[in-house]
Nanobody, 115 residues
Framework: QVQLVESGGGLAQAGGSLRLSCAASGRLWPSWVMGWYRQDPGNQRELVATITFRGDPNYADSVKGRFTISRARTGNTVYLQMNSLKVEDTDIYYC?????????WGQGTQITVSS
């Protein structure tokens, strides 16, 4: 079993910054992909950014140049640094870990960006 614990998030003004963290524990394999997705009520969950165990990142076009995903040198923690926030970044953000064809989700954390 895998557990994901998210932290960070909250309120920010447009143009500001926030940082999310996601710590994974449990039975982990050195081949996971972790990342962040976001969702509006009534909409599908969409990709924000992912990173492989080796450290290769992938970003949605909407956040390229503004968000940076990284992983801790040791352990299984992933960070999402969000800069130049926009009102449209307001959403619930979910951490996800994928390994060996299984998917695990965090509980979600609210990000609200005000104008």
């Amino acid at each position: 079993q895998v557990q994901l614990v998210e932290s960070g998030g909250g309120l920010a003004q447009a143009g500001g910054s926030l940082r999310l963290s996601c710590a994974a524990s449990g039975r982990l394999w050195p081949s996971w992909v972790m990342g962040w997705y976001r969702q509006d009520p009534g909409n599908q969950r969409e990709l924000v950014a992912t990173i492989t165990f080796r450290g290769d990142p992938n970003y949605a076009d909407s956040v390229k140049g503004r968000f940076t995903i990284s992983r801790a040198r040791t352990g299984n923690t992933v960070y999402l640094q969000m800069n130049s926030l926009k009102v449209e970044d307001t959403d619930i953000y979910y951490c996800k870990l994928k390994q060996r064809r299984l998917h695990y989700w965090g509980q979600g954390t609210q990000i609200t960006v005000s104008s």
